[in-house]
């Protein structure tokens, strides 16, 4: 089945450090969806990329979908302590998420 | 607008109890979804439901895990017996069954068993 591996699990950044999550498909992707998750909270949608190539930024985040749609990534420039929380990616096929990447930022 | 809603929000109960986990999903949605998560294992899909029919439990961890949508606005998700291994946040999420659809989470139950 679609297996969608994200690395790393978790990350602890300095203020201001950038940061960046990965994920990884063993197969193409149809369309991928970033979610974020606060602590002591629940998913919550970022965005979704769909085209091969496509990329999407949002304030100081920067999504990718990579041009075989089989590897994504989020690229978060100068942290702060309101980034902190776990980002998760989904394949669309089973919407499954998996450990997604836990990112602490220390102040 | 409500978004999904789940009850209880928190509950702790004794090895051995059964436990009932309750979700309104957003009304329109017609797929409907559960999760464990937890620290070790992540974010977990239980199952999911379209149109109220069970699609795929594969993620049903055994027979102690049961869950039912008997309409299009009310699922259950029931434990019994329960063990303390289940302790973890349940998420209930809906979305509308096309793809490039947004999946909408509840707030969770966290569940307790001691």
């Known amino acids: ?107 | 607008d409500a978004g999904v809603i789940q009850s209880p929000r928190h509950e702790v109960t004794e090895m051995g109890q059964e436990v009932t986990l309750r979700c309104k999903p957003i009304s329109g949605h017609n797929s409907l979804f559960w999760y464990r998560q937890t620290m070790m294992r992540g974010l977990e899909l239980l199952i999911y439901f379209n149109n109220n029919v069970p699609i795929d439990d594969s993620g049903m961890p055994e027979d102690r895990f049961s869950a039912k949508m008997p309409n299009a606005s009310f699922s259950t998700l029931k434990i019994q017996p329960s063990e303390p291994r289940d302790s973890a946040v349940y998420f209930c999420a809906s979305k509308i069954d096309s793809s490039g659809n947004t999946i909408y989470f509840g707030e969770g139950s966290w569940l307790t068993v001691v």
């Open chain 1, 1 to 107: 089945g679609q297996q969608v591996m994200q690395i790393p699990q978790y990350q602890h950044v300095q203020e201001g450090e950038d940061f960046t999550t990965y994920c990884n498909s063993s197969t193409t992707l149809s369309n991928i969806q970033w979610y974020k998750q606060r602590p002591g909270g629940h998913p919550v949608f970022l965005i979704q990329l769909v085209k091969s190539g496509e990329v999407k930024k949002q304030k100081r985040l920067t999504f990718q979908f990579g041009e075989a749609k089989k590897n994504s990534s989020l690229h978060i420039t100068a942290t702060q302590t309101t980034d902190v929380g776990t980002y998760f990616c989904t394949g669309y096929q089973k919407v499954t998420f998996g450990t997604g990447t836990k990112l602490q930022v220390i102040p």
